[in-house]
Nanobody
């Protein structure tokens, strides 16, 4: 079994910062990549940022220059540092794990953490 435990969401004023964490555990042989996605009310799920085990990162245009993704390979934990937050960043943020386990390559999603940015 694989588990993803997300934390760090909350309510913050525009211009503020939050740091999301997502810790992966369980039968994970190796991690290919981890990432963050978000879904705002009435909108589709969208990519925020991803990072590979080789530390190659990719950001949505909306996140560039404000968000930083990092991966602690020892702890199997991905972080998303979010600065200069805007009300339009309000969404449920989901952690994604692309890994190799006992049945081969697989993908797993966290339960989501709410981020609310007020004016």
């Amino acid at each position: 079994q694989v588990q993803l435990v997300e934390s760090g969401g909350g309510l913050v004023r525009a211009g503020g910062s939050l740091r999301l964490s997502c810790a992966a555990s369980g039968r994970i042989f190796s991690i290919n990549a981890m990432g963050w996605y978000r879904q705002a009310p009435g909108k589709q799920l969208e990519l925020v940022a991803t990072i590979t085990s080789g530390d190659s990162s990719h950001y949505a245009d909306s996140a560039k220059g404000r968000f930083t993704i990092s991966l602690d390979k020892w702890k199997n934990t991905v972080y998303l540092q979010m600065n200069s937050l805007k009300p339009e960043d309000t969404a449920v943020y989901y952690c994604n794990l692309d890994y190799r386990g006992s049945v081969g390559r697989a993908n797993y999603w966290g339960q989501g953490t709410q981020v609310t940015v007020s004016l």
